[in-house]
């Protein structure tokens, strides 16, 4: 049943996040959809996946809001409350599908992987090469900033 | 309950706020829940099998996603900066405005 619940308040939120007229409000909404998509990893037992779900979340949604607040224009038209509640009626019958209907695919034997064993022995090149790119990325941001204070001095 | 219609139902979301949305923050809205709806399909066929790959490479995968919400904030933030408006409509007028201009 939690799950059901989760599911539909995934598909309303996500919804909000679109269709709403204002910036702030969608991005509150985009953070209801992080949020349920955490739950929802934690809830199916992906706990990793719902800790990492939530944080990168909570930093794509602190950079929205700082982009939100300072780029869009205050003389946008607010959501009357009829929209809202036709947006919330959309999301819960898009959501119907997902609760009632299945697809069925062909069933394999699965060997349980353990999450470290997934990470370090089959993706263990992966993540060290993965790590190498965020250190050349971050070094060359830290190099474009040098330069750019020691031209402008 | 099934987690592939509840993505594929993610996806035509994103899709559909992509193709009809004229905000930039909007169009960057539809892109995240386009690359949520496609983590929470692997996650979720990976976890109900029992498997600790889908979460391995849901890591990999954030990357990519960080990645991309980075560049198109920073294409955000430059556009509406020179342009003073993230409108793509309005930022295609200034720009024919702009080129017919530097015809005449």
Redesign the interface.
């Known amino acids: 049943m939690i799950l059901e619940i989760l599911s539909v308040g995934l598909i309303i939120s996500a919804c909000l996040a679109l269709f709403l007229d204002e910036v702030i409000h969608s991005v509150a909404a985009l953070s209801g959809t992080f949020l349920f998509t955490a739950l929802l990893y934690y809830v199916n037992g992906a706990i990793y996946a719902g800790i990492f779900q939530f944080a990168v979340g909570v930093g794509t949604l602190a950079i929205l809001f700082l982009s939100g607040e300072m780029l869009s224009s205050k003389s946008i038209k607010k959501t009357s409350p009829r929209k809202s509640l036709a947006l919330v009626g959309t999301g819960f019958v898009l959501s119907l599908p997902a609760i009632f209907l299945s697809v069925s695919g062909p069933s394999g034997t699965f060997s349980d992987v353990s999450f470290g064993d997934a990470l370090w022995n089959y993706n263990g090149l992966d993540v060290v090469l993965q790590a190498l790119v965020i250190l050349t990325v971050a070094l060359g941001i830290a190099i474009v900033l040098y330069e750019r204070r020691n031209g402008g001095k | ?6 993505s594929l ?2 996806l035509a ?2 899709i ?2 992509l193709l009809t ?1 004229r ?1 930039l ?2 169009v ?3 892109i ?2 386009i690359a ?1 709806a496609a ?2 399909n692997f ?2 066929l ?15 995968a ?2 990519t ?3 991309i ?1 980075a560049l198109i ?1 920073a294409l ?2 430059i556009v ?1 900066k020179k342009y003073g ?2 409108n793509i409509n309005e930022i295609l007028k200034m720009q024919e405005k702009g080129e017919s201009e530097a015809e005449a």
Do not use: P, R
Request: net charge negative.
């Open positions: 309950m099934d987690f592939v219609i509840l139902v993610m979301i994103g559909y706020g949305h905000q923050l909007k960057f809205i539809s995240e829940l949520t983590t929470l996650v979720m990976a976890s109900s099998a029992g498997q600790g790959l889908g979460q391995a490479f849901l890591i990999l954030f990357s996603d960080t990645a919400s904030l955000l933030v509406t408006t993230s």
